[in-house]
């Protein structure tokens, strides 16, 4: 865990959270913006700030879902920082044609047209 500032944790404390991501081969996403997702909100000295949120993934989510981008938003009004998790769109994925349903009047001469628009 990332963390300026306050007590260092222990071992102990990190221990659970540690056995979790290693359980289910879990890796950190990464992120981009502020290092730090919580602050106390004091300052200089007294100040204590922690990278406390983070998106994890294991191999086959990220195979699935890559490219992601993780952003920490900035705090407003909270001691906690959101993040925003996006599924990035490949140059491939945006030169694909997007298709338009189209209704064709011949369906309807079809015996079981209107049931199959009644059950879909």
Not at 21 to 29: F, G, K, T, Y
Not at 59 to 64: A, G, L, M, T
Request: charged letters at 30%; proline letters at 2%; one cysteine or more.
């Amino acid at each position: 865990m990332r963390k300026k500032g306050g007590n260092d944790r222990s071992q102990t404390q990190l221990a659970l959270g540690r056995q979790v991501v290693a359980e289910w081969n879990l890796s950190d996403l990464g992120f981009e913006g502020y290092q730090f997702t919580w602050s106390n909100g004091r300052e200089e000295e007294k100040s204590i700030q922690c990278r406390l949120e983070r998106a994890l993934g294991n191999e086959e989510f990220v195979n699935r879902f890559s490219p992601i981008k993780v952003c920490h938003l900035p705090r407003f009004g909270s001691d906690h920082a959101a993040i925003l998790i996006c599924q990035e769109h490949s140059p491939q994925q945006n030169n694909r044609r997007k298709r338009v349903f189209r209704f064709e009047e011949s369906w309807t001469k079809e015996t079981n047209c209107e049931d199959l628009v009644q059950q879909n």
